[in-house]
Nanobody, 125 residues
């Protein structure tokens, strides 16, 4: 079965960086769009970024543009989220997700069929 396992979360000061990894297994992901979402306490799950497994057509929520970068490394079956210039408002549990044959502009969580368990990112001020 499909498994998505996130890693790389932690505690960082404002202005710092973290790189999240999502290790994917269980099928060929060639026709999949890979996304990162986040959920802060008391808030709904929010789209952060997405990319096709091939590495094409990245898309970002406005609040992270210019600070976060999503990429894929097919040889390692891994998708990354490089997060720079972190802010306290980036604090959340970050989830990796996979959806089949999705539009490059798709940002709704309900459109993604597979999810990881999440990794906590805490940014202190």
């Amino acid at each position: 079965q499909v498994q998505l396992v996130e890693s790389g979360g932690g505690l960082v000061q404002a202005g710092g960086s973290l790189r999240l990894s999502c290790a994917a297994s269980g099928r060929s992901f060639g026709n999949y769009r890979m996304g990162w979402f986040r959920q802060a306490p008391g808030k709904e799950r929010e789209f952060v970024a997405a990319i096709y497994w091939s590495g094409s057509s990245p898309n970002y929520v406005d609040s992270v543009k210019g600070r976060f970068s999503i990429s894929s490394e097919n040889a390692k079956n891994t998708v990354y989220l490089q997060m720079n210039s972190l802010k306290p408002e980036d604090t959340a549990v970050y989830y990796c997700a996979a959806g089949w044959r999705m539009s490059a502009t798709a940002i709704a969580a309900r459109d993604y069929a597979y999810w990881g368990q999440g990794t906590q990112v805490t940014v202190s001020s």
